[in-house]
């Protein structure tokens, strides 16, 4: 590995070119830069340091003796003139200006420069590294430097290798052996001087004897009896590794710094051996180069702590920042810095002073700047002495790696130089040592070719990864000229083509198959790199067009050569690979019915190829990259519908699907099924059209498969999947186009009330599935409804049509009706019920909302509201939460006091309630015997039957909800009597005769009416009395929240009441159909006398002094305690009394101001009065 490679020429780019010949010049290689020589004033500190670092093998002490001797240096005359003027021992040396890398070539070599115009690099200023480390180093400090990502991948690298052993000689890692490994020159005489004669004649004597036993030459034992090799483990060895590192630690710690040198070099000597175990040479090179690595900072962080000192070794008031510069740093840290450069220089063998020196590249910080893509080029010259092909690979990587947290954040370019110069050497001694010494070595090593490219793949590979962050097109170029002068193996080609992406290929990609017809056999199969270029190919943004050379011809030239692979497993990865290709840039190629014709080729020939393999052939891999091809059209199905619809539908792929087993059956199902219910299908609309044939049925039969796969052991999770995927699904069919002709939208209505029927039946395990279904069908009737325009004289269709659209909503409800009881789940089947009511009685289907509303009733009759579990899993505890943010304005909500806002069953019982209310306010009474019907079967219902709260409940909560409760619910009836008392409904639905219609000018049913009405209010008036008689007993804090919902309630119903007394004022003058109201003090009169009736005006004024008694007595018990709570709920009811008082007081101000048009008697404008001047005395 010592050996010197063969010299060669550099090659000549014109001639030899085949890459994009006469389009572009190619970079010459590194080898051929032109040297820098020092400027006269520039005194090398090691002026002879060229003797050491270019003998490969020399005598122990004529090494010596080129280091020691200063009579011969220009840094000796330097130092002798100093002594001689000064008389005292030679000072420190400070570099100039201009001085570069300090153990860089002298004399006729001198310092290496980058040169070279077609290149376009030039040299960096200090200010410019100031400012390019400042930003390139919190670049790396966020881990997105090479070096980060590549110990990222170690861990993989080593595990490659888990269960290998490992031969090594028993020597090698011996940490007890450093002492008889001399890796130094031998010590001058005044070094010997200083150590003790005896030991030193020891050492030097069992030193002496040790290498003449180990020599050949002699009769004793031979070499390979003396190094025996042993077999260890992996994890053997990495302890053994790791002992050394610790041991070198702990030198360090000990002060002993040239001890920890010699570990280092010990522990790279390993990285020279490959002849005993040439197979772990990549797992050896990873546990060596951490070594390195924690070397390197050892010495980084000395020389950063003796910056940060003064003379004395004092620590400075400022320490030395981060971003440094070589002028801030003191003269001790530099010649401590320099120092450790002699000692690299002064390391005998070539490979250990290679890997230490780049393990002390960022040392180079602390004296110079902007000199890094210099050094970096001296060093990538020195590994050419390395003569192992391997060797000087893992050398360069170690060099490119460490040189890109420096150099690579900084100066990505120079970076891509040299690392590219370094491939340019690699290229060249390979192909030396593959014609000449590669076959001899596999014999010899008992491996074959593939294998030991295998061991080169991981260093090509970040290699190349160090090259690609600023690389350009002509160093992609020249690096492919290089390739096919002297590697062209498709191990190699891969790395390229992955590595630096299609971006440099994309706009000629025939090229890239006539570099991969022509690749030599390696490891790397043609057909891989078929699929990995079309994979690279496929993330571009886009290719060459169909001109010759384009993506038309790629295709076509590439998928002849595939399409005759007999291996089924390398045409199932090319064949998903280039359906990934045709996805991204075939799509969309044209807008006739040729669109997918490439995508519908391909999967047929994978049919017909899948159909001849053998059985033994269609492994589990072959499955996979089945299912990788699957993947493939669900990504294009995810980005355009069109692919979707012709693709998932088409034989081949329902072929391919047929193919799997069960469980990977259910797996691609879910794939295909996410794809159309996930992705965002580019589209004239963001809602898929309602449900074509071929893709429903498709659809429909993966969603069967995905239903069909759960069972008892299914977890929650798995089921919840399934839920919100097949829910998705029936989500994006259940839309009908509204720009397709009327008899096509027929057909897509009809379509789709089947295919909701089909999913009833099929997804009978999921409820879920069942409400939504319900819910589907209830929209899509709405949606028909409005297509007849409300009424069969605005449709011009003809009645004939109209006739069928009814039937076909009648058809829905009939649906719904059938489906909604299947549902377990009592809540849902109600809210679900009483909105398939609502659209029965929209839609003008009578007879359905009659059967619904009954089946309402029914429902709410056996409902028990108090063995529901709340939404959000609120507990029967005593705690009440107060907040004023969530008071619902509208009837049939909870107020804020004394309610669960958590959404408890009671709350969501009386949401359902107002929704059957809304229903029965417009619903025509069926029965001409009794008018009331479903208001008394409704009454009963949810006032006597059911049961809002246990008996044998003690909660104070629970009580104080269900009694709100039943106050709600007798406001809605309070305000559907109001609304039946009125001439006519506000507002009406079409063909729809309610009973304003049906009774108008009937004074029995008017009269009904207002006794209904009386009735309620002296009902709602006890009902908020007897909150505070059933709570007397409880404690303060309790209390005040009863009377808090004592006062909410009245004037929830003072609001309800003020906006009709206008008109119920007015017609108690003169129809006296709508009677007077009157709340009852809690007994009932015995006499048989009808008493006087009262306004409407008189109840709000009684309304209004009640809750200011009980605000008053609210006030004062939150007076006596006061938590923050009670604090904040009588401040809400206060002011809720006050917006109240004032919205009443200007109701009233309007209603004097417009007496035209009523005809009011003496009583009644005296009530009017009487709360007017009652409103203006209740003010807090």
Request: glycine content about 6%.
């Amino acid at each position: 590995m010592t050996t010197a490679t063969t010299e060669r020429e550099a090659p000549v780019a014109v001639p030899a070119i085949k890459w994009r010949v006469g389009e572009r010049q190619v970079p010459r290689s590194r080898h051929d830069l032109a040297p820098r020589g020092l400027a006269t004033k520039e005194t090398h500190p090691l002026a002879l340091a060229t003797a050491v670092s270019t003998l490969e093998q020399t005598d122990l002490i004529d090494t010596q003796a080129a280091v020691v001797t200063f009579a011969a240096s220009g840094l000796g005359d330097s130092f002798s003139k100093r002594s001689s003027i000064g008389g005292t021992s030679p000072g420190l040396v400070v570099l100039q200006d201009g001085d570069v890398d300090p153990l860089g070539v002298l004399g006729s070599s001198g310092g290496v420069k980058l040169v070279g115009a077609e290149a376009g690099h030039s040299k960096m200023t200090s200010s410019d590294v100031v400012e390019a480390r400042r930003s390139g180093e919190k670049g790396a400090a966020m881990h997105d430097t090479v070096k980060y990502k590549w110990k990222e991948h170690t861990d993989r690298l080593l595990a490659k290798y888990a269960d290998h052993t490992f031969k090594i000689k028993a020597s090698m890692l011996e940490v007890s052996d450093l002492e008889n490994d001399i890796s130094f020159a031998p010590k001058s005489d005044y070094q010997k001087a200083e150590d003790p004669t005896e030991t030193s004649v020891i050492k030097k004597t069992r030193t002496r004897l040790e290498q003449l036993e180990r020599d050949p030459s002699n009769n004793g034992p031979s070499a390979e009896q003396d190094e025996q090799t042993i077999e260890i483990s992996q994890s053997q060895y990495v302890a053994k590794v790791k002992e050394m590192q610790k041991r070198l630690i702990a030198s360090w710690e000990q002060n002993h710094k040239v001890e920890a040198l010699r570990i280092t070099i010990k522990c790279v000597k390993l990285l020279a051996d490959t002849d005993t175990s040439p197979q772990l040479y990549p797992c050896v090179f990873v546990l060596v180069s951490e070594v390195l690595d924690t070397f390197g900072k050892l010495v980084f962080d000395r020389i950063h702590t003796r910056a940060s000192e003064d003379e004395s070794g004092q620590p400075l008031p400022e320490p030395l920042g981060e971003h440094f510069l070589s002028t801030d740093v003191n003269i001790q840290a530099s010649e401590t810095c320099r120092n450790w450069f002699y000692k690299t220089a002064c390391i005998r063998e070539l490979l250990p002073r290679i890997y230490i020196e780049v393990a002390l590249l960022g040392c180079y910080r602390f004296l110079c700047d902007g000199e890094y893509p210099q050094i970096v080029a001296r060093l990538s010259n020195m590994i050419k002495g390395v003569g192992e092909p391997m060797v000087a690979l893992y050398a360069r990587l170690y060099l490119a790696l460490t040189s890109s947290e420096p150099l690579g954040t900084s100066s990505p370019a120079e970076q891509t130089l040299v690392v590219s110069s370094s491939l340019f050497d690699y290229f060249y001694a390979f192909n030396w040592f593959r014609r000449n010494k590669l076959e001899h070595w596999l014999l010899t090593h008992n491996m074959e070719y593939g294998e030991y490219l295998a061991l080169h793949s991981p260093a090509v590979e970040w290699l190349v990864k160090c090259a690609a962050p600023g690389a350009t097109q002509d160093t992609f170029d020249a690096l492919v000229v290089h390739y096919q002068e002297y590697s062209d193996s498709s191990m190699v080609l891969k790395h390229l083509c992955e590595c630096f992406g299609a971006r440099f290929y994309a706009s000629t990609p025939t090229e890239m198959l006539e570099l991969i017809r022509t690749a030599s056999p390696s490891l790397v199969s043609k057909c891989h790199l078929y699929s990995l270029v079309a994979v690279q190919l496929s993330s571009v943004p886009a290719m060459a067009e169909n001109e010759p050379g384009g993506k038309l011809q790629f295709l076509n030239d590439s998928w002849s050569s595939i399409t005759s692979q007999e291996d089924i497993t390398q045409y199932m990865e090319c064949a998903a690979a280039y359906l990934k290709l045709i996805v991204a840039h075939f799509s969309v190629r044209n807008v006739l019915a040729m669109k997918h014709r490439e995508a519908l080729i391909l999967l047929k020939d994978v049919v017909r190829h899948l159909n001849a393999a053998t059985p033994e052939e269609l492994t589990a891999k072959t499955y996979n990259l089945l299912g990788a091809l699957i993947e493939n059209v669900v990504f294009g199905a995810k980005q355009y519908y069109e692919f979707f619809s012709k693709l998932i539908p088409s034989t081949p792929f329902l072929a391919l699907m047929g193919m799997f087993k069960r469980e990977s059956s259910v797996d691609v199902a879910k794939k295909v099924l996410r794809a159309f219910v996930g992705g965002s299908m580019k589209k004239s609309s963001s809602q898929s059209v309602g449900p074509e044939a071929a893709v429903a049925h498709t659809l429909l039969v993966v969603c069967c498969r995905v239903h069909d796969a759960l069972d008892s052991l299914s977890t929650g999770s798995e089921r919840g999947e399934a839920i919100r995927d097949i829910s998705a699904f029936i989500t994006r069919l259940g839309y009908v186009s509204d720009t397709a002709s009327e008899r096509a939208q027929d057909e897509e209505q009809e379509a789709l009330l089947m295919l909701y029927t089909d999913c009833r039946r099929a997804f009978y395990k999921l409820e879920p599935i069942k409400m939504l279904l319900s819910t589907m069908v209830l929209r899509l009737a709405m949606h028909v409804h409005k297509r007849i325009g409300g009424g069969i004289a605005s449709v011009i269709g003809g009645k004939k049509r109209v006739h069928a659209r009814r039937n076909f909503i009648q058809s829905c409800l009939a649906f719904a009706h059938i489906t909604i009881p299947s549902i377990e789940a009592p809540l849902e089947k109600l809210q679900l019920m009483a909105s398939a009511a609502n659209v029965a009685l929209v839609t003008n289907c009578i007879p359905q909302m009659d059967a619904l509303v009954k089946a309402v009733i029914v429902l709410l009759a056996d409902l028990d509201p108090s063995a529901i579990q709340s939404v959000d899993g609120a507990d029967d505890s005593d705690s009440m939460t107060f907040h004023t943010s969530s008071r619902a304005v509208a009837v049939g909500l909870f107020g804020a006091v004394g309610s669960n806002t958590r959404g408890s069953s009671v709350d969501r019982v009386v949401q359902v309630i107002a929704q059957l209310m809304s229903v029965l306010v417009y619903a025509p009474s069926l029965n001409d015997e009794d008018a009331f019907y479903f208001v008394t079967a409704l009454r009963k219902a949810v006032l006597e039957r059911m049961t809002w709260v246990p008996p044998s409940s003690s909660s104070v909560s629970r009580r104080l909800e269900a009694a709100v409760a039943r106050v709600r619910v007798l406001l809605m009836f309070v305000q559907l009597y109001m609304l039946w008392g009125q001439r006519s409904l506000p507002g009406r639905l079409d063909g729809v005769d309610s009973n304003d219609v049906l009774y108008g000018g009937d004074d029995a049913f008017y009269n009904e009416v207002q006794s209904r009405f009386s009735s309620t209010i002296e009902e709602v008036a006890r009902e908020i009395e007897s909150l505070g008689e059933s709570n007397d007993n409880t404690e303060s804090a309790a209390s005040g929240r009863v009377v808090a919902t004592q006062v909410e309630l009245m004037l929830d119903f003072v609001n309800l009441v003020v906006p009709v007394l206008e008109y119920g004022e007015s017609r108690l003058t003169t129809a006296n159909s709508f009677k007077a109201e009157e709340i009852a003090s809690g007994r009932r009169s015995g006499s048989r006398r009808r008493k006087k009736p009262r306004s409407g005006a008189a109840l709000v004024r009684k309304c209004m002094v009640y809750s200011h008694e009980k605000v008053q007595s609210l006030r004062q018990i939150t007076a006596r305690e006061a938590p923050s709570t009670q604090v904040q709920m009588a401040k809400w009811v206060c002011r809720y009394f006050d917006s109240t008082r004032a919205c009443v007081a200007e109701f009233m101000q309007d209603m004097a101001k417009r007496p035209a048009g009523f005809r009011l008697d003496a009583s009644c404008q005296q009530a009017v009065q009487a709360l007017a001047e009652a409103l203006d005395s209740l003010a807090l």
